[in-house]
Every structure is written in C-alpha cells, then in structure tokens.
C-alpha cells in the first residue's frame, strides 16, 4: 500500500481543518488489557501528552482519537465497537501492544481476538508488550504525520466497507442479545 | 458607533478570552510541572471541532445550543470592556445576571434535550450551585449599588477613579472572588461538570460544532464574569490596563483552582450559604452604616 | 358593570341548560361572556360609578378594578377557550361550566365595588362557586376542598370581622370614604383593622402562615381549573392587599420602621418572605408538577405581596405588575400542564420523558411560561423582578433582597424539573403514541405566549394600567419613556435588550448553519459508558432530581402537619365530649361519681 503514490483527495478546507486536527487530538481510552498503566505516565509531568495538544475526554462524542490498549475479549470487544460507532467523524484508533496486533500471548485464548483490525480500522499499531510512553508518543508525533499528510483515513475505510467490518465482528460475536439482568 | 463598540467587545472577547484560557491551561501545566500546550491551543481546539460532522439528538438539541450561544453574546454586549462601553447608563446589574441566564438556560435545556442522564444529573447540580453563589454575590455587588446610587455596571466603573472598591469594599470583593470561581466552574466548585464521576455532565452528548459552540459560549461567559468583576472591584481602565488587570484576576483563578479538589455539591452550597453569605452581610451593614474605606 | 354582571349571572343559567345540549356550548358561552366582558371593560372611563340592582353607587370602576379584571378576563377567556376541547374530561361538566361562570361573576364583583359588604358577598360568591369545582379533580380532591374552605373561611370571616368594626366607628361600609379618617384612630384599633381587612388577601393569595391549602387545592383540582386558581382566583387576594394599602394612608397611620418603610408594611414584607422561602423550598422537592406549580404560586404570592408592601414608585410598581406577570405565567404553565394530562393521564413527573418530541407546542408553551417566571429577559416576568430588586436595593433592605434572590434562583431549579423530568430526556415507551393537543387548546396557549413576550419587549401598555393605579393612590408614578423602564438606581431598555438578544441569536445561528450539519440518531443512541440497555425508559433522570439538595432539609418543620395536628387534637377532645354526653353506662356512672366527688368535696 506504501509503495502505490496515493491521490490526495482532500479539498483546501480538509487540508487546514487536517493541520488543526492533529494538533488538538482528544482521546478516548478504552481501557482493557494491561496498556492502561501506560497512560498515566504519557500524560503527567514526565512526558506531558498536552504539550501536544492532547488530552482525555470522558464520553466518545467528544473524543477524536480511540485507544484500544490491549487484548480484547469479545466481550469487550462488542463495547469497543458499541463505542467505536458513538465518535463523530473524522476519528482514529491506535492499537496498543502485541495483543491487538496479532493475538500476542492470549493467541489461542478462546475468549480473545487475535486481529483488531479485522473488527475496526485501525490507523496504527504500537508494537511491544507492553509499549513503553516513549513509544507511545513517537506513535502520537506519526498519527500526526499522518493526518497531516491524510493517511489517516480510518473512519472513510469503515464507512466505505462497512458492510466488510459488520459481517467479520457477526462472525466473532453473533448477534447482540441484550440482557437486562437488573431489571427483568 | 455602538454597533463599532458591540463588535470590539465580541472581538475582544473572542481573542482575549481563548488566548487567556490557553495561557490559563500552560499555567495549570505548570504548577504540574509539566511542560503544557502552546498558547494559541484554544483556538485549535475550537475550530477542530467546529470542522468534525458531529450528531444531533433532535431540533431541541440544536436550538438549546444556538439559545446558549446566543444569549451569553446578548449579555456580553452589555459589559463594559475597559473603556469599550457599548450601552452607557443601560448596562444594569440585574439586566446583565439575568440575561446570562438565558445562555444557561439555553444550555441546560439543550443537553437536557440529548435524552442522556448524566446531562440531567450535570444540570440539576449546577442549577444547585447556582443557588448557591449567586445569592452572596447578588448582595455583596447589592451594598456596592446602594453606596454608589446606581445599578449601572458603567456608572461604577468611572465613579472609583483610581480608588478601587478592592480596597473600599474588601470583603465584598472577597465574597465576589469566592463566588467567581464557583460561576467559573472552577475547583472546588467544579462537580457539575465531573469528567470522570457524571461523564462530564451537560457536555456528556457534545460532538463536533456542539461542543464547538458551548467551547466558545463558556468562553464569553468566562470573559463576561471576569470583566464584571474587574469592572467593578479594579475600576475597569482603558483597553489594555484592563485586559492586564483581567490576566491578574484569571491567573489568581486559575492557580487556586489548580491546587483545590472538588466539593461534593450540597458541601460547596452549605459553604457558599455559611462563609460568603455571612462576609456578605457583615460588607453591607458596614456600607449601611457608611463604613466605606 | 351592571349589565355585564347581570349578564353574568344569568349566563351562568343559560351555560347550566345549554351545556345539557351540547358540551361544548358552556365553556363557549363563558368565552363569550368573558370576551363582551374584556371589550367593555377595556373601553370604559376609569371613575364610572354605577347602581347596582337599586342599590346606589355601588359599583365604582378604579384604575385598580380596571387593572385587575382586565387580567382576570384576559385569564378567563383562555381558560374557556381551553375547555371547549378539554371539558369532554370533565366529571359532571354542566355544573362546571355553571360554576365557572359563577365564579368569574363573583370576582369581577370583588374588583367592581368598593362598597365592603358588596365585596363580601361577591367574594362568597367566587369561593363557594369555585368550591363546588374543585372537588371535582382527583382521587383526593374532597379533602382538598376541606383545606380550601378552612382557609378560606379564616380570611373572609376576619374580613367581615374588620368590616363591622369599620362600620361601627364610621358608620359607612364604603372603603374611600373611610380611608381618610382612619388615620386619627388609636393605634391598636389601626392594627386591628388592617391586619383583619388583610387577613383575606393573605388567606387567599397564598401567604405564610396560610398558604397550606395551595398545595392540595391547586394539586387536585380539575386541571384547566388550576390555571384559574393560580392565575386569577389567587388574584383575588393580591387586590385585596393592593386595595387596602393604596386606599388607607398606611405610612401615615403607622411609625416609620427602617428606610422609609412603615411597621405594619415591614411585619408585611417579612410574611412574603418566609412565604418566598418556603414556596421555593417546597416547590423543588415537588415530585407532582401542578404541586410544584402551587407552591411556585406561594412563592410569587410572597414576591406580590413584597412589592405591594413597599409602597414606593417603583416597588409598588413592581408588585403590581408581577401580579399580571404571575397570572399569565400560571395560567400558560397549568394548561399546558392540562394539556399534559389529558393526552398522558398523569402528574407525577417521574412517569412522563421526552414529551417534546410529541407536543412542541405545549412545550413551547411551558417555555415561555417559566422563564416569565424565572424572571429572565425577554419576557414580562423580568421587568416586575427588576423594579422589585432596584426598589430594595435603593432602600437598602439587604435581608428581603436576600430571599427575593433565593427565590429568583430557586424558581430556575423548580421549574427545570418538569421541563426535564416531563418534556425533555428519553420518551416513555407507553407515551410512543401520544400526539399533541388539539388545536383549540393551542390557540390560548400560543396567545398567552405571544402576550408574555409582547409585554416583556413593550411593556408601556401595562405600565400605563400600572401607572393608572399609582396615581389613585396618591403615589408619585413609575417612570418610563417608551421601552426605557427608570427606577433611582439607573434604567435600561427592554428594547434594545431585545435587540442585542436578536443580535447574538443570530451570530449563533450564523455560526451553526455555516459549519458541517450534524447527523440526525435517535433518542436512545446514548452514552451509556459501553453498555448495551435494554429499556430506555430508565435512562431517564427525573426522580428526586434534586437529592443532594432535599437531603439538606429533609426534617424541615411541616405547617400542614402542625394544622393538622391541631385538627386531630380538636377532635379528640370532640370525641371525648361525645363520649361524655352519650347515653351509656360508663358516661352515666362518670357523671355520677362526678356529682358525688363535687358534693362530697363541696360539704366535707
Ligand atoms: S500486549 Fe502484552 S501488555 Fe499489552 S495487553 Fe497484551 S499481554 Fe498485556
């Protein structure tokens, strides 16, 4: 895909609303797996995400970029997308760690998800089990680049195969029954 | 001509008061010892999420949003900006808390209109808190009508000269300072809009322009208090004294709320229904009784 | 006047057998009779004095009685007006609209007559005709009504009291005539009278200590007919007090206490504000909205009544005014309410959500009614609030300020619950169905609104009525040129506030339209911290929607429970009496150990 010269599409007024977007990125942590306890770090006095624009949100509407910080269990996985499909366009996810890359250690767990890109776009991975705050911002400074440079087309990937993503999350999770146990 | 000066206060309002927030954010940094965002950090936020596609929960959601804005841009063309004062004689008191109301109003009613909880939850607190701290504030800025025989904002302004009313009613200075950090919704008195307890409360559905708006309309709102308060405590000044005197008040806003953990919300009322109001009352009898410094 | 009360009284006949026809024909003979009433009474001279049934000059037409029966029949029209559609609901509906008539013929006569004796028996007349409608409401309306008359029957018992006590000393039962002698009476007389003659308007406008009977009445009776008991029946009261203060020299007959404030007016203005305190308190903790309604009313009952006490150009002023205010906001807040009921079916705000997306306009008419009530700008409620505070402040009764603001702000946190709890939120599953009123309902209600807005921008006409009243009085005049409003502490323009509000509605809107349209998602598309929810309709945030608050003063000293206790002790010592006196063994050996103690103890 890197080697085939991609057209930029983007008109004058994506191209700016691109420059601010990736210097104002609010992100969203759904905090699974092990990665939670890296973000702290990331975001206090020692390597201070705001410097960077960044900051956390508390509810998906308001938030740009989702970081999905470990392995998935398809339970979670059925909220992370839930959660997925609440953020406003454009938005972008990041994939912490080995687990959502290719399983990591949980690759033959049967309760996990091996491939989160499979169920989501994902703009980019971190590679590392657990991926330490420095390769957490280097990952910051190239989303940046890439949404700069509009590389970063996640949500356009979902909204155009949607149909894709619906059948392969489907196939994983089956449909959602809801189940009220509190109150039937 | 007032047309000029409406547009230079909304200007000003505009520029100042998103550059000051950004400056108020590097400060809280820090105090953190962090490093911080640049300056001019608002200003991205803003227009980022005016440029998102965002979602709506139905036309009451949209015009709370557009009543919000609107309303805190009517009141803020009546306070008195340094030497920008757009309606001379009219800009009363009780017009100006009132119509900020309509922005809150607004608000309230529009997020309320999302259909989420967390929304309802988030206003029926700030409604409380309200409550609480515009009673003491309502009868600290009173004695300073009734020393002064006018309840235009503008009037009092120019009477001080160079003798602020800082130093002729301090303790109702005091009492409106404590009061402005809980209209800020700054700590202590932030639990109405609790991120990590209520979801951040009435902005629980905001995406994109929404949020966009309500960014820009707590941003007049902020300027508009402040203003008040350098108005009539700090004898307002002309254009850029008064825009220095406003930095003072924000940074000392700021770095107490910097320091302080939340109150819970019936706490901050107790406190606001204690503390402020009985300095309040102590400010007035000595205005009464013509105890003026 | 005598005409139109003639015809009102025969009306309320012709409504009894013409409603047996047809339904809706009574309530459209009371908007008829209301609307003949507005026009005459709108073009009369103010100082006409007429005869009425061979009685001479009993009918005298003040500026006040014009103010005050232009704001009754304003109420009246739309409440007829509502009921063409809603009286199908109505439990026996010929006697209704009878008495409604009835009762619109008794306070037009209060406002008519100066003549006391008059005024009381028009002023029966309007209680027994709206005590026969209200239990007519809810489950418990009955006992409602038991409150209503008690109450009722206080007040008008101690005006009748006062009556004579006047009439003794003077010989005359009419009011101008009396008012220029009273002032020379012993001091203790003068007390006596005024707090007897004030008693009904306290009694009937709602005021500490009598304001119990405002919760359950207004609560459980028939819905519409809340509208008239809070926009106009309590009114009434209010131009009890308003007469009696403007017609008696009140500052000369009693000792200046603080800033130019009598003793008797300040015992007044402390009775509004424990009245403001305790509506506002009460009404935020109300799960049920017509009882929240009627507390707001006790609370704005205090407001009247603090304005009226004041007796100054502006307080006065305000106080008068706020009465218009009041009635329309309550008249506007309960029929949107009854519209409410009749196509839901209940009151209590946790059973009802998102009721905006089926009845707009409803909604928009319970908008506009609280933020008249709240007092904010661009609506009428805001220029009566503001005359009250400047006339405060300028007198430096920083106390009364106090609680006027506590109410002022109290009334946003009362009058957000039901616009949350009913209107805004997630839409009851049972309520899918629900479509909005039917237009003959609408109509009054959008007039209200329009009238609410209309006097907030333009408010000369009714300063002018205002103003009217104050020159009878004696009293120097508010002060206004156009839309600019004068008090002694500076002025402003509603309509340049009006403007600006325009100006920033439109960079708002402005704004909005030029950025990226949003994408329209259902109601139950929320956050819901990931979880997946099965049933909407407990996302919904309407039960004790202000607990943190309640809590604090939950164990508060309860005056209903303190009457009611009274009541119970009263009947104990009935029953103890009963018992004595019945015809059984044990009274009969009682009594005779009773004889026999005493004559026992009387010889030896
Ligand atoms: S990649 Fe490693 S650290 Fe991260 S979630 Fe998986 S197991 Fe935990």
Redesign the interface.
């Known amino acids: 895909m890197d080697k085939i010269e991609k057209i930029d599409e983007r008109g004058v007024w994506e191209k700016i609303a691109d420059q601010l977007r990736s210097r104002s990125m609010w992100m969203l942590h759904y905090c699974t797996g092990c990665g939670a306890v890296e973000l702290p770090p990331s975001m206090t006095s020692r390597f201070d995400m705001e410097r960077l624009g960044m900051g956390p949100m508390a509810t998906p509407r308001q938030a740009d970029l989702f970081l999905v910080t470990g392995y998935l269990s398809t339970k979670t996985l059925r909220r992370v997308i839930y959660t997925y499909e609440k953020m406003a366009d454009p938005k972008y996810v990041i994939g912490f760690g080995s687990c959502t890359i290719n399983g990591g250690i949980y690759y033959d767990s049967y309760s996990t998800i091996n491939r989160l890109d499979q169920y989501l776009p994902v703009d980019l991975y971190i590679a590392g089990c657990m991926p330490r705050p420095e390769a957490i911002l280097n990952a910051f400074t190239k989303l940046m680049d890439m949404i700069r440079k509009g590389e970063a087309d996640g949500w356009k990937r979902y909204n155009e195969n949607y149909e894709w993503y619906k059948q392969n999350q489907l196939r994983s999770l089956g449909e959602v029954v809801v189940y009220d146990e509190f109150h039937e | 001509m007032t047309v000029l000066k409406v547009a230079g206060i909304f200007l000003t309002a505009f520029f100042f008061g998103l550059t000051f927030e950004g400056i108020g954010r590097k400060i809280t940094a820090r105090v953190q010892r962090r490093y911080g965002p640049r300056w001019y950090q608002n200003f991205i936020d803003l227009f980022k999420t005016l440029s998102k596609h965002g979602y709506t929960h139905g036309w009451i959601f949209d015009f709370g949003v557009i009543m919000a804005l609107g309303g805190i841009i009517a009141s803020l063309g009546f306070v008195p900006v340094g030497g920008i004062v757009a309606f001379p004689g009219m800009d009363n008191f009780f017009v100006i808390v009132y119509l900020f109301t309509i922005g809150s109003l607004g608000m309230a009613m529009g997020m309320v209109g999302t259909g989420n909880p967390w929304a309802s939850i988030g206003v029926a607190r700030a409604l409380t808190l309200m409550l609480g701290y515009e009673v003491p504030y309502m009868i600290s800025i009173g004695s300073m009508l009734y020393f002064y025989r006018t309840s235009s904002i503008s009037a009092i302004m120019s009477a001080q000269g160079g003798d602020w009313n800082l130093f002729k009613f301090p303790i109702g200075a005091l009492v409106a300072l404590i009061s402005l950090q809980g209209m800020l919704g700054k700590e202590p008195f932030e639990a109405p809009i609790a991120p990590a307890e209520i979801a951040s409360g009435p902005m629980v559905e905001l995406s994109a322009k929404y949020m966009g708006l309500l960014m820009l309309m707590n941003t007049f709102m902020e300027f508009a208090e402040i203003s008040l308060f350098v108005d009539l405590f700090l004898g307002g000044g002309t254009y850029f004294v008064f825009l220095l005197k406003y930095l003072v008040v924000w940074v000392l806003v700021v770095l107490i709320s910097s320091v302080l953990p939340r109150f819970r919300i019936e706490q901050a009322v107790y406190f606001y229904w204690t503390v402020p109001i009985i300095l309040a009352f102590v400010q007035v009898f000595m205005t009464v009784n013509g105890f003026v410094f | 006047m005598q005409s139109l009360l003639l015809y009102l009284a025969i009306g309320a006949l012709v409504g009894y057998f013409l409603s047996m026809i047809n339904k809706r024909l009574g309530p459209i003979v009371l908007l008829a009779l209301s609307l003949y009433g507005l026009f005459t009474l709108w073009n009369m001279p103010i100082g006409s004095v007429e005869d009425l049934f061979g009685f001479e000059d009993i009918l005298q037409f003040t500026a006040l009685s014009k103010y005050f029966s232009i704001i009754t029949l304003i109420v009246f029209s739309c409440y007829a007006f509502f009921n063409i559609v809603w009286i199908s609901k109505a439990k026996r509906p010929y006697a209704f609209s009878a008495l409604s008539i009835l009762t619109l013929f008794g306070t037009l006569g209060v406002f008519l007559t100066p003549h006391l004796i008059a005024l009381y028996i028009f002023w029966e007349v309007a209680v027994v005709a709206s005590l026969f409608i209200v239990p007519m409401g809810k489950e418990e309306s009955k006992k409602a009504t038991i409150w209503y008359i008690v109450i009722s029957s206080i007040g008008s018992y101690m005006f009748l009291y006062g009556t004579f006590l006047l009439y003794s000393k003077f010989g005359t039962f009419n009011l101008f005539e009396i008012s220029g002698d009273i002032a020379s009476e012993g001091t203790g007389f003068k007390w006596l009278v005024s707090l007897l003659l004030l008693g009904a308007g306290v009694a009937k406008s709602g005021i500490f200590p009598l304001h119990v009977w405002l919760r359950n009445v207004h609560g459980n009776a028939p819905d519409t007919f809340s509208a008239v008991l809070s926009g106009q029946l309590v009114k009434m009261g209010s131009y009890i007090i308003a007469l009696f203060l403007g017609a008696f020299p009140i500052a000369t007959m009693f000792s200046q206490f603080y800033a130019g404030v009598n003793i008797f007016s300040y015992v007044l203005i402390w009775l509004g504000n424990i009245s403001i305190l305790i509506g506002t308190f009460m009404a935020i903790k109300q799960n049920d909205m017509k009882m929240l309604m009627a507390y707001s009313t006790v609370a704005n009952g205090g407001y009247i009544l603090i304005g009226l006490a004041l007796l100054d150009q502006v307080g006065f002023a305000g106080g008068l005014f706020h009465v218009i205010n009041h009635a329309l906001a309550a008249t506007m807040i309960f029929l949107s309410f009854a519209a409410v009921v009749y196509r839901t079916g209940t009151t209590k705000i946790d059973e009802m959500g998102?009721l905006?997306?089926k009845m707009?306009v409803t909604?928009v008419t319970y908008?506009v009614g609280i933020?008249s009530i709240?007092?904010?700008?661009p609506t009428s409620g805001?220029v009566s609030?503001?005359m009250i505070?400047?006339s405060l402040?300028?007198k430096?009764m920083?106390v009364t300020?106090?609680f006027t603001?506590?109410g002022s702000?109290?009334s946003?946190?009362y009058v957000?619950r039901p616009?949350?709890g009913v209107f805004?939120?997630?839409?009851k599953r049972k309520d899918k169905d629900v479509k909005e009123a039917p237009m003959i309902m609408l109509l009054p209600m959008i007039i209200l609104v329009a009238l609410t807005i209309l006097w907030g921008v333009f408010p000369q006409q009714v300063l002018v009525w205002v103003t009217d009243v104050q020159r009878q009085f004696g009293m120097e005049p508010f002060k206004f040129d156009g839309t600019v409003l004068y008090s002694?502490?500076?002025?402003?323009?509603s309509w340049?506030?009006f403007v600006?509000?325009m100006?920033?509605?439109?960079?708002?809107?402005v704004?909005?339209i030029l950025?990226?349209?949003?994408?329209?998602?259902p109601?139950?598309?929320?956050?819901t911290?990931?979880?997946?929810?099965?049933?909407f309709d407990?996302?919904?945030?309407?039960t004790k929607?202000?607990a943190?608050?309640e809590?604090?003063y939950e164990g508060h000293p309860s005056f209903e429970d303190w009457y009611t206790s009274i009541v119970n002790v009263l009947k104990a010592i009935g029953k103890g009496v009963d018992y004595l006196v019945r015809r059984t063994a044990s009274a009969y050996t009682f009594w005779m150990a009773l004889v026999l103690a005493l004559l026992l103890w009387v010889r030896w």
């Open positions: 998102g905006i997306f707009p909604f908008l933020i709240a007092g904010i700008p805001f609030k503001w505070f400047q402040i300028s430096g920083f300020a106090m603001f506590v702000i109290g946003f946190l957000f616009l949350a805004l939120g997630q839409l002694n502490l500076g002025h402003w323009d340049t506030v600006m509000f100006v920033g509605f439109i960079i708002a809107a704004i909005y950025m990226p349209k949003g994408k329209k998602i109601l139950d598309d929320q956050y911290s990931g979880e997946f929810l099965h049933n407990l996302y919904h945030y309407a929607y202000y943190f608050l809590r604090e």
